[in-house]
């Protein structure tokens, strides 16, 4: 079955939230720790920081598989053809089944002018940095965000660009 992208609006803000929940505590407590999963949701999957994020331009899209909302993603345009992927998550139990890359070809679909896309991700999220290199996507830089708190975001910056 072929996955939907299906465009969020402010009224899918606590679908998006209890998505980003469900997926936060079942993955990044073993990368981050509990306390740092918590900071960063209350950070960033707050009604209040969501809605902002949508108004500061981020394109949230809800991703859909036989009718059950499994994950979202969030992009947001850098420059004409550049983009940046902000979030791209989908529900433990739907993932390992082709479904990330091809909801990632379907949302490729929805920027044609697209020539470049980047990403952050947790040097230490094994998974994820291997699913985007099966995507194209290359390590561009290594780099540490102060996220508050005394927390960081000890990520690699991987760029995807259009051959």
């Known amino acids: 079955m072929k996955p939907q992208l299906i465009p969020a609006s402010p009224a899918e803000i606590l679908n998006i939230r209890e998505l980003a929940v469900d997926i936060w505590n079942e993955y990044y407590p073993a990368i981050i720790g509990t306390e740092q999963v918590e900071y960063m949701l209350g950070k960033l999957y707050s009604e209040a920081a969501l809605l ?11 991703i859909r598989l036989e009718d059950i909302v499994c994950g979202f993603a969030a992009v947001s345009k850098e420059a004409e053809g550049r983009y940046f992927l902000n979030k791209f998550y989908i529900q433990q139990h739907s ?3 082709g479904l990330g890359l091809a909801v990632f070809r379907e949302l ?8 470049e896309m980047r990403l952050q991700v947790n040097r230490q999220n094994v998974v994820a940095i291997n699913f985007y290199f099966k995507a194209d996507f290359v390590i561009e830089k290594s780099a540490d965000f102060d996220i508050g708190d005394g927390y960081f975001m000890n990520d690699f910056v991987m760029v995807y660009k259009v051959k």
Request: hydrophobic content about 40%.
């Open 52 to 62: 902002d994020q949508m108004h500061k331009g981020q394109a949230f899209w809800l």
């Open 95 to 97: 993932r390992a089944k």
């Open 108 to 115: 490729l679909n929805l920027y044609p002018d697209l020539q």
